[in-house]
T-cell receptor, first 115, second 114 residues
Framework: SQQGEEDPQALSIQEGENATMNCSYK?????LQWYRQNSGRGLVHLIL?????REKHSGRLRVTLDTSKKSSSLLITASRAADTASYFC???????????????FGKGTKLSVIP | DVKVTQSSRYLVKRTGEKVFLECVQD?????MFWYRQDPGLGLRLIYF???????EKGDIPEGYSVSREKKERFSLILESASTNQTSMYLC?????????????FGPGTRLTVL
């Protein structure tokens, strides 16, 4: 079942600009994660934000989480051509005590950064 | 450096063949997952395993089976490959932790069934 849905589906920006991607989900979550996928490769974990956190930073990445709106955003500042990739949000909706095994991934945002 | 490896990057098989996709992780992770990724559909979970010899169906298990005889190895089996199983297959693993279930992915196997 699809939990996270990213918006927009595709985004094209100039190098140096900021890129913002959004993710909406439907049920309560333990945490939300963002992953990156270069073309034809596996996914790489970028950042995790827990349900009791509102904002988190990692280098040029900034993630926000609004549990009341069931939404998250990923901001990449000062984008580079090397940031060109697909970005996925993934939600962990498992209940406490049941173990955190599964993530549910959205369909992704394809980001193109033009040099 | 943590690593998840998959047996093949590209694979071409014929309809009706039995296909084995192998995944190995060196991080002593309890959980392992198989996804397929198709354009416009994102990642869909086929099967996962949270321990040796344990398996759970994901969202799209039909036409697939899995095997986990050792902790580090998780195999996906297509009993009789069909053209609609042409896809990118991704394996992942994670620790069984309370709230930090980051998944580590292999490079993927692009399977074409003719």
């Amino acid at each position: 079942s699809q939990q996270g849905e990213e918006d927009p589906q595709a985004l094209s920006i100039q190098e140096g600009e900021n890129a913002t991607m959004n993710c909406s989900y439907k049920t309560s979550i333990n945490n939300l994660q963002w992953y990156r996928q270069n073309s034809g490769r596996g996914l790489v974990h970028l950042i995790l934000i827990r349900s009791n956190e509102r904002e988190k930073h990692s280098g040029r990445l900034r993630v926000t989480l609004d549990t009341s709106k069931k939404s998250s955003s990923l901001l990449i500042t000062a984008s580079r051509a090397a940031d060109t990739a697909s970005y996925f949000c993934a939600t962990d909706a498992s209940h406490s005590g049941a173990g955190s095994y599964q993530l549910t991934f959205g369909k992704g945002t394809k980001l193109s950064v033009i040099p | 450096d943590v690593k998840v490896t998959q047996s093949s990057r590209y694979l071409v098989k014929r309809t009706g063949e039995k296909v084995f996709l192998e995944c190995v992780q060196d991080m002593d992770h309890e959980n392992m997952f198989w996804y397929r990724q198709d354009p416009g559909l994102g990642l869909r979970l086929i099967y996962f395993s949270y321990d040796v010899k344990m398996k759970e169906k994901g969202d799209i298990p039909e036409g697939y089976s899995v095997s986990r005889e050792k902790k580090e190895r998780f195999s996906l089996i297509l009993e009789s490959a069909s053209t609609n199983q042409t896809s990118m297959y991704l394996c992942a693993s994670s620790h069984r932790t309370g709230n930090y279930n980051e998944q580590f992915f292999g490079p993927g196997t692009r399977l074409t069934v003719l």
